[in-house]
Antibody, heavy 119, light 107 residues
């Protein structure tokens, strides 16, 4: 059974970089798309971007200038970095897996981690 | 970006009722549409992908239909455990986008 687990600071200061990691167990990150998605009461669910094990990435244009998603095959995990955060970046952040087929949905999710932005 | 619009935003139904939630895309997305169920404090759960394919382990009372711009999620006989918020999501093109959600309650 595939399991995803987010980890990282729950509190980030404005203008600093948010860094989260998603540990994957029960399957390898050397296939599938590995995604970050966030959720706020105001904007709902927002796809941030994905990485593929080959190193290719695809980011939401609304965040592209501030986002980096990367993977570590040796640890079977992938990470999110979001720079220059503001209060608008406060959200529950999820990591999720998606198959490469276009019809695929996000079939496995982490439990989510709440990130607050405050000085 | 492709905008996904769900209706209604909330609904209340009785146990055993047939429930229908609609999702409309701002442009044609073929059948690249998924549905999710989210309960409070939990991550979304994939119910339907490819507009009508039932995800493994999901009860058969859930079904999906539609293509192009108009899609429907149907619960054939509402159960107490179906109380949740439901979201649609398109995978036709990035950025992937979600509907705003439909909150389902028991009457």
């Amino acid at each position: 059974q595939v399991q995803l687990q987010e980890s990282g600071p729950g509190l980030v200061k404005p203008s600093e970089t948010l860094s989260l990691t998603c540990a994957v167990s029960g399957g390898s990150i050397t296939s599938f798309y590995w995604n970050w998605i966030r959720q706020t009461p105001g904007k709902g669910l927002e796809w941030i971007g994905y990485m593929y094990y080959s190193g290719s990435t695809n980011y939401n244009p609304s965040l592209k200038s501030r986002v980096t998603i990367s993977g570590d095959r040796s640890k079977n995990q992938f990470s999110l970095k979001l720079s220059s955060v503001t209060a608008a970046d406060a959200a529950v952040y999820y990591c999720a897996r998606r198959d490469t087929a276009m019809i695929a949905g996000f079939d496995y999710w982490g439990q989510g981690t709440l990130v607050t932005v405050s000085s | 970006d492709i905008q996904m619009t769900q209706s209604p935003s909330s609904l209340s139904a009785s146990i055993g009722d047939r429930v229908t939630i609609t999702c409309r895309a701002s442009q044609s997305i073929s059948t690249y549409l998924s549905w999710y169920q989210q309960k409070p404090g939990e991550a979304p759960r994939l119910l339907i992908y490819g507009a009508f394919y039932l995800q493994s382990g999901v009860p058969s009372r859930f079904s999906g239909s539609g293509s192009g711009t108009d899609f429907t999620l149907t619960i054939s006989s509402l159960q107490p455990e179906d109380v949740a918020t439901y979201y649609c999501q398109q995978s036709h093109s990035t950025p992937y986008t979600f509907g705003q959600g439909t909150k389902l309650e028991i009457k």
